[in-house]
């Protein structure tokens, strides 16, 4: 396809389970970005790839998640331990080069009980 | 503390009349801004953007201002269709080095009406 794809559209976890989100982004984009976006509120930014090199997790809320994007090409988002404050839809987004637009994918709903 | 406010979350138009959704940001060192669309289940989607150095920015039936001065941006749909309903978030980013990570406002919800 010729966008951002992600997977699974959505999770339902159990408190305490590990998930993992996965992101396809555009080929040959160079940028990858992780957000969060709640309920009634906007996307917050969680971590930045260049190529494989993750060069800035500022946004990570806990150390209970982990990205990684070890070829350069395809992204995971792992959320160890999930809590209920973990529900919210995970976008990924990508760019050819990293002052162009963000494109997002779908999103990942994810539901911790 | 929210560097990007649109405090409107709501908006409701007529349709062929002009949408106007506004934004405010505080942080000095925003240099772009956005307006992304989203539709319930979708994620969102590029509208139009402008850089600091301008400040309007065109396209079609979309056009967004800026007000460095006043930290201030607006989006103007015209004419306003049924299908432009939608979330519309107003985002910015500031080159920092580490990525071109995008700060977003909570969202405005636009209704245009028949």
């Known amino acids: 396809g010729a966008g951002v794809s992600q997977s699974p559209r959505y999770k339902v976890a159990k408190r305490g389970q590990d998930v993992a989100l996965r992101c396809d982004p555009i080929?040959?984009?160079?940028?990858l970005f992780w957000y969060q976006q709640a309920l009634g509120q906007g996307p917050e930014f969680l971590t930045y790839f260049q190529n494989e090199a993750q060069l800035d997790k500022s946004g990570l809320p806990s150390d209970r998640f982990f990205a990684e994007r070890p070829e350069g090409s395809v992204s995971t988002l792992k959320i160890q331990r999930t809590q209920q404050e973990d529900s919210a839809v995970y976008l990924c987004?990508?760019?050819?080069?990293?002052?162009?637009?963000?494109?997002f994918g779908p999103g990942t709903r994810l539901t911790v009980l | 503390d929210q560097q990007v406010k649109q405090n409107s979350p709501s908006l409701s138009v007529q349709e062929g009349r002009i949408s106007i959704l506004n934004c405010d940001y505080t942080n000095s060192m925003f240099d772009y801004f956005l307006w992304y669309k989203k539709y319930p289940a979708e994620g969102p989607t590029f509208l139009i953007s402008?850089?600091?150095?301008?400040d309007k920015n065109e396209d079609g039936r979309f056009t967004v201002f800026l007000n460095k001065s006043a930290k201030h941006l607006s989006l103007h749909i015209v004419p306003s269709q049924p299908g432009d309903s939608a979330v519309y978030f107003c985002?910015?980013?500031?080159?920092?080095?580490?990525?071109?990570?995008?700060?977003f406002g909570t969202g405005t919800q636009l209704k245009v009406e028949l």
């Open positions: 987004a990508s760019s050819l080069v990293v002052w162009d637009e963000q494109l």
């Open positions: 402008i850089s600091s150095i301008k």
């Open positions: 080929s040959g984009h160079v940028s």
């Open positions: 985002a910015a980013s500031g080159f920092t080095g580490g990525g071109n990570k995008l700060t």
